[in-house]
T-cell receptor, first 112, second 114 residues
Framework: AQSVTQLDSHVSVSEGTPVLLRCNYSSSYSPSLFWYVQHPNKGLQLLLK??????LVKGINGFEAEFKKSETSFHLTKPSAHMSDAAEYFCVVFGSARQLTFGSGTQLTVLP | KAGVTQTPRYLIKTRGQQVTLSCSPISGHRSVSWYQQTPGQGLQFLFEYFSETQRNKGNFPGRFSGRQFSNSRSEMNVSTLELGDSALYLC?????????????FGPGTRLTVL
């Protein structure tokens, strides 16, 4: 079985401050993990992916995530938020079920 | 390369009707997956097709079906529509040649069932 838990449904940060979106996963198979972003009325866009290479993964737009097997976590971070980062973010696992399983999403609000 | 396209973008149907949604993958991609997105259930996997064969299936009733054509274009069909089928239906394509490839998503079809 595989599952993903996004620990915060909403996160608000001020522009220029760090972003932390938390994700824990469960998989009985060595997983691949992803973060996708969805802007209003747009399709999902891949931010970054972990596929058992380096545990610190860098993605687009300054985002990065660290795979921590001991904590079964894959938190998404960005040093400095921009207004254009406001969107919904999904943590996704591809594991034992051989299909993508999405977390419930975290809505990121960036305050001016 | 052109991205994944889905038609139509918006649909309004009534309960009991059936609907067909279409997805054209990125050129050269042989795998097409379908997802349902609702506020209550989030994003859920429906099924995946690869080279005209269903390769994987999510936990949805038999009213939801799909197919893939030789040019990799895919359609999904929902019969006997229910109010709860109102959702954004997303299609994603990937090369599909290894156990996992990055999936590229289309903009979705917004289905409203009245």
């Amino acid at each position: 079985a595989q599952s993903v838990t996004q620990l915060d449904s909403h996160v608000s940060v001020s522009e220029g401050t760090p972003v932390l979106l938390r994700c824990n996963y469960s998989s009985s198979y060595s997983p691949s993990l992803f973060w996708y972003v969805q802007h209003p009325n747009k399709g999902l866009q891949l931010l970054l992916k972990y596929t058992s290479a380096a545990t610190l993964v860098k993605g687009i737009n300054g985002f990065e995530a660290e795979f921590k097997k001991s904590e079964t976590s894959f938190h998404l971070t960005k040093p400095s938020a921009h207004m254009s980062d406001a969107a919904e973010y999904f943590c996704v696992v591809f594991g034992s079920a051989r299909q993508l399983t999405f977390g419930s999403g975290t809505q990121l609000t960036v305050l001016p | 390369k052109a991205g994944v396209t889905q038609t139509p973008r918006y649909l309004i149907k009534t309960r009991g009707q059936q609907v067909t949604l279409s997805c054209s993958p990125i050129s050269g991609h042989r795998s097409v997956s379908w997802y349902q997105q609702t506020p209550g259930q989030g994003l859920q996997f429906l099924f995946e097709y690869f080279s005209e064969t269903q390769r994987n299936k999510g936990n949805f009733p038999g009213r939801f079906s799909g197919r893939q054509f030789s040019n990799s274009r895919s359609e999904m069909n929902v019969s006997t529509l229910e109010l709860g089928d109102s959702a954004l239906y997303l299609c994603a394509s990937s090369p599909g040649t290894t156990s996992y490839n990055e999936q590229f998503f289309g903009p979705g079809t917004r289905l409203t069932v009245l």
